[in-house]
């Protein structure tokens, strides 16, 4: 044996089994309560779904249908104690639809052949003509001349007591 192990005696080795064998019996409990878990909340999630899923079915349904307004009848009470018998009929109001603009028809001419023939409907031609939209000339931009300006003369340079001095001293040059 090495230095790290340990003699044990058999009464220790057997209270080490118990222990490891406790243990795995704990784990096994705990792993089966975590599937359960699993198992829950997926179902409570696919319930979820399927009532949300309902729910925006009903009110898509209902945004899609026409909504058909029921009236109301009310008798009617004559002031009158008259014995004739009116007979009532609920007045539906529908709305009017708009009309629909009709196409518009390219204007068609008839041209007439005059020829040595018997002049009958086969020498008729029927000639459309169908205007062009008019392409508008686009307006060429004009040049404008500006007379030139001389540029400012540049601000004259002060004069440098030192001279190259200072270049020379640091030779800048």
């Excluded at 009158?80 to 708009?98: F, G, M, Q």
């Amino acid at each position: 044996m090495t230095e790290t192990q340990r003699n044990r005696s058999p009464a220790q080795l057997e209270i080490l089994a118990k222990a490891r064998e406790k243990a795995q019996q704990v784990r096994k409990e705990n792993a089966e309560l975590r599937r359960k878990e699993k198992e829950l909340a997926k179902a409570e999630k696919e319930k979820e779904k399927a009532e949300r899923k309902k729910n925006i079915t009903e009110r898509y349904s209902k945004l899609k249908e026409p909504k058909k307004e029921q009236l109301k009848e009310e008798p009617y009470v004559s002031e009158d104690e008259d014995d004739t018998e009116v007979e009532e009929t609920p007045v539906v109001r529908k709305s009017k639809a708009k009309p629909k603009p009709k196409p518009k028809q390219p204007k068609k001419k008839i041209v007439y052949i005059s020829g040595t023939e018997s002049e009958s409907s086969e020498d008729e031609e029927e000639v459309v003509y169908v205007k062009k939209p008019k392409a508008k000339p686009k307006a060429k931009p004009k040049r404008r001349v500006y007379e030139e300006e001389q540029p400012p003369p540049p601000p004259p340079q002060p004069h440098n007591p030192f001279g190259d001095m200072y270049d020379r001293m640091f030779r800048l040059s």
